[in-house]
């Protein structure tokens, strides 16, 4: 396996704090469901905002 640069690996903003991310090895298996950058981040959201952004409206 190719050693890549961080900087060629994917990156998202993540959904609490705005900031950028990028891919990790243990996301490999589901890369486009996270969506937040840390533990930190994601237990900071409200429960109810989840829900909020997936309904569409």
Known sequence: ???RRKSDLPT????SCG???AWRKK???D???V???SE???RS?????????NCGN
């Open 12 to 15: 998202k903003l993540c959904a």
């Open 35 to 37: 969506r937040y950058c």
């Open 45 to 53: 959201v409200t429960p109810g905002a989840a829900q909020r952004e």
């Open 19 to 21: 900031r950028p991310f």
């Open 40 to 42: 930190r981040c994601r």
């Open 31 to 33: 890369w486009e469901s």
């Open 27 to 29: 996301w490999a298996r």
């Open 1 to 3: 396996m190719k050693m």
